[in-house]
C-alpha cells in the first residue's frame, strides 16, 4: 500500500471508531480486550494517537521518556469529553502525516521503506484493530477491514512484530504455520522454533503443520486476536489446531 493509502484507511478507521464510542456507554466492557471498558480504549488509542503524531512533527531522532510523553499527551479528559478529544488527537495524526514531509527523518521500530511511511502504516493498523475493539464494546458489527488494509496488516504483524527478537511466539518443537488468503495475493509460511520466528512469502511446496486458508479480513481479525477460530467461519483450518492455541496464547504485540 501506498502512504496516502495507509493515511486514508487511518482516517477513515479512527472516524468508524468515534463514531462507535460515541452511540455507547464508555463502561462498555470490550469483549476484544476483556480487561478494558470502552473509556480504557479511547484513552489508550487517543494516547497513542498523539504520541505517534509527534515523531513526524517534530522529527524526533529517539523514543520519548515518561516526562516528555506524558507532556506530549497532556492530561487526560473527563468522560464527557473523552470522545471529542479522541477525535481531536486523531485528527491532528491525520493532518500531521499527509502534511509531512515524503524525506522527513524520525525514530521508528520496524523496518520500512521510510519513516513516514512507516508512521501511516503502524497508526492505520493501529487504528483499525482498536476500530474492530470499539465495535465489539458497542455490540455491532462494524464494515469489514478493507481487503488490501488487511492483507498488508497481516503481513506487517508477521514480518514485523512476530520476527522481533523480544515478540513471544516460541515452540519446544519445530513447527510451521501457513496463512493463505483466498481474495487476494497474500501467503505466508511461518516456522516456529524457539528461536526468533522466520517467515517466508509466497506459496511454498513445503508441507505445514497448519494451515490457514480463507479471506484476508478475518485472518487479520484471527491473527491479531480479535476474532476467535470458532467465530472465523470462513477461515478453513487444515492440520494441527494446538497451533492455533499456542497463537493465542503467546502471539502477542507489547
Known sequence: MEITE???ALRHEGTLLADAAARTDLSAPVPTCPDWQLRDLLRHTGHVHR???????????????????????????????????????????VRTLAEASADVE??????????????????????????????????????????????????????????RGRATLHSDRPR???VRANDGPGSWHLAITQEPLTVTTGESPEPADLTLTGPADELYLLLWNR??????RKVEPTGDLDLLDLWRATAMVR
Do not use: K, N, Y
Open 176 to 178: 510451521t504455520l501457513r
Open 106 to 163: 524520525c525514530w521508528t521500530f520496524l523496518p520500512a521503506p521510510s519513516p513516514l511511511a512507516f508512521w501511516a502504516r503502524r497508526q492505520a493498523h493501529e487504528t483499525a484493530v482498536h476500530r474492530h475493539d470499539a465495535d465489539s464494546a458497542a455490540g455491532e458489527p462494524g464494515p469489514v477491514v478493507d481487503t488490501a488494509l488487511a492483507l498488508d496488516g497481516i503481513d506487517e504483524l508477521l514480518r514485523g512484530f512476530m520476527t
Open 51 to 93: 504520541w505517534a503524531a509527534a515523531f513526524p512533527a517534530r522529527g524526533l531522532r529517539a523514543p520519548l521518556d515518561e516526562a516528555d510523553e506524558e507532556a506530549v499527551v497532556g492530561p487526560m479528559p473527563s468522560d464527557a469529553a473523552l470522545v471529542d478529544w479522541f477525535r481531536e488527537g486523531h485528527a491532528a495524526l
Open 227 to 232: 476474532l476467535s477460530a470458532d467465530r472465523a
Open 6 to 8: 495507509h493515511i486514508d
